[in-house]
């Protein structure tokens, strides 16, 4: 029998959780100072609402529920067609994201929320990819999305936000932005916009598979060596950000094309003014996802070969496919596993957190165990995480116990300290120990 965790998942002990609960408590913190609220939505959607947003690559990747029941007694089951077959056999799956199952909440929840609506969300997401560095089939995200305003400054405090985030892990990273405008442009200037989704797909793989890999894949796709020779000189382009959308202007000559241009320089502009200017224009950045219409952004270290650990974009109708229409969001998210590989591999988790408790209190009988616990409530109260050894065993495996978890301080109560009214403490980093009174201990504890 096979008892190991299912490939792409993973168990986490103590000390990963606790370095992971510093990579949500941190999110969180800058979320709330920007004023975002907490969400959830279920693990389980009806695939009506997940199928079809991500794109055939993404409905491939969606983890689809069998039907409970005997409910293949009476269905003749084709498989010549998997979209088919799966509408046969199964109506529910796991989330494949947190924004398509937001937008559905959004919908749901018209008339209980306020607008413009900031949300943040952190729970696990599903997909069936093959597991390899980094990528995993079950993972964290950590979601923010402004939804119900138009205001381009939504995009550049989501950019403030990035920042703050990853200013607090210490991390260095690359945030590279685009516009899905300038990728529809490109797409109308070699004379394929219906095929806007086959060039984004192939176009955001640019960094992962290399040119040529993309060329062959648009050519599988039907596209000719002209169209695609058409779009070297854009890929190829150099310089500044400014310089950038000036060799863009001298190419592209459209509405659409002008449109994203200038959202792309409101928004470098405005955070450049925040102090916010370490954003690159990457006009191969193109994220496959379907939904997104206007600004689109992508973070990864600096100091780390990882893929994207935060990204994200605008999306002008993502509620229309749930029947309502005209309500524009923005949102980013943090990959919270691949985050967490990147501050283990650069030893930027704080030392602190590798201990969940602050004292331990040796236990040296029933009567003694009694005072500790009283002395350890009071403790509590004032806000030390305290814990009583719960058996009177040897001292050299009570003091292991602590030195195993790291405890900070041991504090010892025999019968002739509490007949004083005393606590010694034994600080487990340095060794030193020193005798004071009960009512004093607080203030020994660091």
């Known amino acids: 029998m096979n008892y190991k965790a299912v490939k792409g998942t993973r ?71 998997y979209k088919e077959m799966t509408k046969q056999i199964c109506e529910k799956g796991l989330r494949y994201d947190l924004t398509v199952p937001f937008a559905r909440f959004v919908v749901n929840h018209m008339n209980e929320i306020s607008f413009p609506f900031k949300r943040y969300q952190i729970q696990p997401v599903w997909r069936a990819d093959r597991p ?43 945030t590279k932005i685009n516009n899905r405008k300038i990728l529809l442009a490109i797409a109308q200037y070699i004379g394929r916009e219906k095929n806007l989704i086959d060039i984004t797909v192939a176009i955001d793989k640019l960094d992962k598979t290399g040119y040529e890999n993309v060329c062959n894949e648009l050519r599988e796709k039907g596209f000719s060596n002209e169209e695609i020779n058409k779009l070297t000189p854009i890929f190829n382009i150099t310089g500044n950000n400014e310089q950038k959308l000036e060799q863009l202007k001298g190419i592209l000559n459209s509405p659409v094309a002008e449109k994203g241009m200038e959202e792309v320089k409101f928004v470098l502009s405005q955070c450049n003014a925040l102090g916010v200017n370490d954003i690159e224009l990457d006009l191969t950045l193109a994220r496959g996802l379907n939904y997104y219409t206007g600004a689109i952004m992508e973070v990864k270290a600096a100091e780390v070969e990882m893929g994207s650990i935060c990204g994200g974009g605008r999306y002008d109708d993502l509620t229309g496919i749930f029947g309502q229409k005209g309500l524009s969001g923005v949102g980013i998210s943090f990959g919270a596993d691949r985050i967490y590989d990147c501050l283990e591999q650069l030893n930027l988790f704080p030392s602190c957190l590798e201990s969940s408790t602050d004292v331990m209190f040796v236990n040296f009988g029933d009567s003694e165990a009694l005072e500790a616990q009283i002395q350890a409530k009071k403790l509590r109260e004032k806000d030390f995480k305290v814990e009583v050894y719960p058996e009177a065993t040897k001292i050299k495996k009570q003091m292991s116990y602590a030195d195993n978890k790291k405890i900070k301080y041991v504090a010892l109560m025999g019968e002739n300290e509490i007949k004083e009214g005393k606590v010694t403490l034994k600080n487990m980093l340095t060794g030193e120990q020193l005798t004071v009174n009960v009512e004093e201990m607080e203030h020994h504890i660091f």
Request: overall charge negative; some cysteine; glycine content about 8%.
């Open 132 to 174: 390899q560095k980094g990528r995993y089939r079950e993972f964290y995200q950590c979601d923010a999305d402004i939804i119900g305003s138009n205001g381009l400054a939504n995009e550049v405090e989501l950019l403030c936000m990035i920042e703050e985030v990853f200013q607090k892990f210490g991390m260095k990273v690359k």
């Open 11 to 81: 168990d986490f002990l103590p000390v990963q959780m606790q370095k992971r609960n510093y990579i949500f408590d941190t999110i969180k913190t800058v979320y709330h100072s920007h004023g975002f609220v907490p969400i959830e939505t279920p693990a389980l959607e009806s695939l009506d609402t997940l199928m079809g947003k991500y794109g055939d690559e993404g409905d491939k990747l969606l983890f689809k529920i069998l039907n409970s029941g005997d409910f293949l007694s009476n269905k003749n089951i084709s498989v010549d067609n």
